[in-house]
C-alpha cells in the first residue's frame, strides 16, 4: 500500500495543516491586526524580533498558545471510541487503517510533546526577563469579578510583559502550579507502571483527570476566545461519543458461561453475549468487560473502569447458544482489589456454594426433564457427571449435579442422599452470572479478514495475548468451510503461529484450545516456554511433550528463525502480535528487517 493510503497518515497530515493554520492567523495572514479569524482590536502586531528575554518570551508565547490548541483538539479525537470503530468498518480495505493502535500512538506523542511541554513552558517562561534582562517582576492580585464565574480573575493586561516590567498575576501563579501538578505529577504516576499495577482504574481515571484539568486551563480564560471558538465544538463531540458509548453503542449483557483457572495469576474466561453473531466477530476483537453494581455483586473498590480484552470468538455451532466469546485474563495480584481477582474470586465461591433442596422434589426431577427445567437448570446428558470423583461440570451442564445427585440418592435402599435426613439435601451447583461488557471495538487485527491483502501470516502472541491465535484461527478456518476449500487451499496451511508463556499450565491450556480448531495440524506452529523453572531447566528444548500435544521449546523465542523460513514462502506476509511492550519491541524490530507488513497490540 502507499504510505499515503492510511488514516495515519491522513490524521497527521490535517493536523500539521491546522498548525499552520493556527500559526499562520497569528503570523503571516494579517500582521497588522495579529489576529484574522478573530480580528481582536486589542491584539499587538507580531512581537519585535530581537536577542532579548522580552521578545523570546512573547515568541514563545505566541508559538505554545496556538500549538496547545491544536494539541488539544487531537487529544480529544484520538480517544473516541465510536467514530474511529465504525471508520474502521466502512472504510475500504485499500486504505490501511488500524485506527485504535494509530490514535494511540498519536496520542502518546500529543501528550507528551505538544502537550506538556509546551504548557510547562508557556506558564513558566514568564520568569525568563527577570532572569536573563533583570527586569523586575510586579505581582499584582488583579481582583475577582465573579460576574464571570468560569474565570473570576478577569482583568488582563495588553502586555504581561515590557522592558519596564513584568506584570504576574495570581492567576498566573494559580496557572503555574496547576500546570506543574498536572504534567509533572499527575500524568506520570497514571502512566507509571506503578500505578497500573496496583490499580488501573484509578490510573485510568487520574489520567482522565489531567485531560479535564487541562482542558479547563484552556477554556476558562476570557483571554483565550479562540479555544471557545476551536476547542469546545471538539470537546462537545467527545462527550457525545463517550456517552453514547457508554449507554448504547454494543452494550450488551455478558453472561459468564465457565472460568478455568491456568493458575493464580492466569485463568480463561468464556461467555455469551446475546444476539452475537460469528459473522458479526472480527479477529481479535476488543471488549469492555465490567461487572454490574448492586448488593448481590459486590466488588470492592466500587469504582471501577471497565477493562479491555481481546477476544476469541467460538465456532462450533453445536456450543454456541452456551458460549460464543472467549478471554485470556491475566490476575492482577499485586492489587487485592483488581478486578480479575475479583472476577475469579467470584468463581470459586459459586462453584463452593451449596443450596438446599428438598430430596422428594429432586428424586422427582431425575424422573423428568421438565422437574429439572422447574428448578432452574438446563437439561443436559445427565451421564457426563461422576458424582464419586465430584469433577465439576462446565456452567451449560448445571442440571449434570443435581440430577446425579438426585440418581444417587435415589439408588439407596433409604432412598435418601448420602448424609442428609429424608427432606433436605445438599447440592452443589455452578451458577451463571452476569457483567456488562461494551463491544466488539476493532483491534489492529481486523485486516485478517482482508485475506487478499496478504499469502503468508504469522501470529505471534505472549501469554494473555494468545487469544489473538484463537480468534485468527478460527476466522480462518470458518472462511475455508464457507468457501468448500481444499485442505490444500486454506489459508491455515500458509498460517505460522509463535506462542510463548512463562505459565505451563496456560501453555497447556492453549495447546486443548488450539486443537479444537479443525484441521489446526495444516499451521506451523512453535511453543516456547520461557518460565525457567526447575522442571524445564536441563531439558532439550525440542522434545516433543505428551503433556501438551505439541513440540515445546524450553528457551526463548528466534523470532529471525521464524521470520527467515517465512521469507522463503511466496507472496506477502502479514505480521501480527499481541504480547507485552518488551516481546513487541523485538517483534518490531525483526519485522523492520525482514519487511514484513506488521500489526501489534500491546497486553
Known amino acids: 500500500m502507499a504510505w499515503w493510503a492510511s488514516y495515519k497518515s491522513l490524521f497527521l497530515t490535517l493536523s500539521f495543516l491546522s498548525f499552520l493554520l493556527a ?10 491586526s495579529g489576529d484574522v479569524i478573530i480580528k481582536r482590536s486589542s491584539r499587538n502586531a507580531v512581537p519585535a524580533i530581537e536577542w532579548s528575554g522580552v521578545s523570546i518570551t512573547n515568541w514563545i508565547w505566541l508559538v505554545t498558545s496556538r500549538t496547545m490548541i491544536v494539541s488539544l483538539n487531537i487529544s480529544f479525537l484520538t480517544v473516541l471510541w465510536v467514530i474511529p470503530n465504525v471508520l474502521e468498518e466502512a472504510v475500504p480495505w485499500w486504505v490501511e487503517m488500524n485506527v485504535r493502535y494509530s490514535n494511540y500512538q498519536i496520542h502518546r506523542f500529543t501528550g507528551l510533546w505538544l502537550n506538556a511541554i509546551p504548557a510547562v513552558v508557556h506558564v513558566a517562561v514568564l520568569l525568563l ?97 479562540l479555544c471557545w471558538r476551536f476547542n469546545l465544538p471538539f470537546i462537545f463531540l467527545y462527550i457525545l461519543d463517550r456517552i453514547y458509548a457508554t449507554l448504547f453503542y454494543r452494550v450488551n449483557k455478558f453472561v459468564v458461561h465457565e472460568i478455568r483457572e491456568c493458575s493464580d495469576s492466569v485463568f480463561v474466561l ?34 471501577q473502569r ?68 422447574n428448578l432452574g437448570f438446563e437439561t443436559q446428558d445427565f451421564g457426563e457427571f461422576n458424582p464419586t470423583t465430584g469433577n465439576q461440570c462446565p456452567f451449560d451442564s448445571r442440571g449434570n449435579k443435581v440430577a446425579s445427585r438426585a440418581k444417587e440418592g435415589e439408588d439407596r435402599d433409604d432412598g435418601q442422599a448420602s448424609g442428609l435426613d429424608s427432606t433436605v439435601a445438599i447440592v452443589e451447583h455452578v451458577m451463571e452470572f452476569e457483567i456488562r461488557s461494551w463491544g466488539p471495538y ?87 516456554s520461557t518460565g525457567g523453572s526447575e522442571d524445564t531447566e536441563g531439558r532439550d528444548d525440542t522434545v516433543k511433550e505428551s503433556e501438551f500435544g505439541f513440540e515445546v521449546h524450553n528457551d526463548r523465542v528466534n523470532l529471525d528463525k521464524v521470520f527467515k523460513s517465512v521469507e522463503k514462502e511466496e507472496g506477502d506476509t502479514l505480521v501480527c502480535a499481541c504480547a507485552s511492550s518488551g516481546f513487541l519491541k523485538e517483534v518490531k524490530k525483526s519485522a523492520k528487517q525482514f519487511k514484513f507488513r506488521l500489526r501489534v497490540e500491546e497486553i
Open 270 to 303: 468464556f461467555g455469551r453475549i446475546e444476539g452475537l453473531a460469528f459473522g458479526c466477530q472480527a479477529c481479535g476483537d476488543n471488549f469492555w468487560l465490567l461487572h454490574k453494581f448492586s448488593g448481590r455483586h459486590p466488588c470492592t473498590p466500587l469504582f
Open 442 to 528: 476493532r483491534s489492529a487485527f481486523y485486516v485478517i479478514k482482508d485475506f487478499s491483502s496478504y499469502k503468508n501470516l504469522v501470529l505471534i502472541a505472549g501469554g494473555s495475548g494468545f487469544g489473538l491465535i484463537m480468534s485468527a484461527a478460527s476466522i480462518l478456518c470458518n472462511v475455508n468451510t464457507i468457501r468448500n476449500e481444499e485442505a490444500s487451499e486454506s489459508k491455515l496451511r500458509s498460517t505460522t503461529v509463535v506462542f510463548s508463556a512463562r505459565n505451563r499450565e496456560l501453555i497447556r491450556e492453549g495447546c486443548n484450545l488450539l486443537t479444537t480448531i479443525p484441521n489446526f495440524e495444516l499451521m506451523k506452529v512453535a511453543i516456547h
Open 129 to 225: 526577563p527577570t532572569v536573563t534582562d533583570g527586569i523586575p517582576m510586579d505581582l499584582e492580585f488583579d481582583g475577582l469579578d465573579f460576574s464571570e464565574w468560569w474565570d473570576p480573575i478577569v482583568k488582563t493586561f495588553s502586555s504581561y510583559v515590557t522592558k519596564e516590567g513584568v506584570l504576574y498575576t495570581w492567576d498566573e501563579v494559580l496557572r503555574l502550579v496547576l500546570i506543574l501538578l498536572i504534567f509533572c505529577c499527575l500524568l506520570p504516576l497514571s502512566r507509571s507502571t506503578w500505578m497500573l499495577s496496583r490499580s488501573y482504574s484509578l490510573a485510568m481515571g487520574i489520567h482522565a483527570l489531567v485531560g479535564f484539568l487541562f482542558m479547563v486551563d484552556m477554556v476558562r480564560k476570557t483571554s483565550h476566545p
Open 306 to 373: 471497565a477493562h479491555p480484552y481481546t477476544a476469541f470468538q467460538n465456532r462450533d455451532k453445536r456450543t454456541q447458544n452456551s458460549w460464543n466469546v472467549g478471554f485470556v485474563i491475566n490476575v492482577n495480584k499485586a492489587n487485592k482489589h483488581s478486578w480479575s481477582l475479583w472476577l475469579m474470586e467470584r468463581n470459586k465461591f459459586l462453584n463452593a456454594k451449596e443450596i438446599k433442596v428438598a430430596a422428594p422434589y429432586i428424586k422427582n426431577a431425575w424422573n423428568s426433564q421438565q422437574g429439572v427445567q
Open 23 to 32: 500559526l499562520g492567523d497569528r503570523l503571516w495572514l494579517d500582521l497588522t
